[in-house]
């Protein structure tokens, strides 16, 4: 997908889009699920990552509102 592909789906916090890329952002040092229900962060702000793991990596958090780093079926999810 495209920037703007993933950008749209942020947009419309699609939740059929989760697992499959976090969007991080930088003006807060935080990453999210696509479906997360915070704010929606300027384009320049945003970055993408495959995984939760690779954006904690890059220096980043995890939301506490979508909770990324949590698994499917668990009860943080």
């Given at each position: 997908m495209t920037f703007d592909e993933r950008y749209g789906v942020i947009l419309s916090r699609d939740p059929r889009f989760d697992g499959q890329?976090?969007?991080a952002v930088s003006s807060t040092g935080i990453?999210?699920?696509p479906s997360c229900p915070a704010?929606?962060?300027r384009p320049s702000n945003?970055?993408?990552?495959?995984t939760s793991a690779a954006?904690?990596?890059a220096g980043y958090r995890a939301c506490k509102r979508c909770l990324p780093e949590a698994a499917p079926g668990s009860p943080e999810w």
């Amino acid at each position: 997908m495209t920037f703007d592909e993933r950008y749209g789906v942020i947009l419309s916090r699609d939740p059929r889009f989760d697992g499959q890329f976090v969007m991080a952002v930088s003006s807060t040092g935080i990453y999210c699920r696509p479906s997360c229900p915070a704010r929606t962060p300027r384009p320049s702000n945003v970055s993408f990552f495959a995984t939760s793991a690779a954006a904690h990596e890059a220096g980043y958090r995890a939301c506490k509102r979508c909770l990324p780093e949590a698994a499917p079926g668990s009860p943080e999810w």
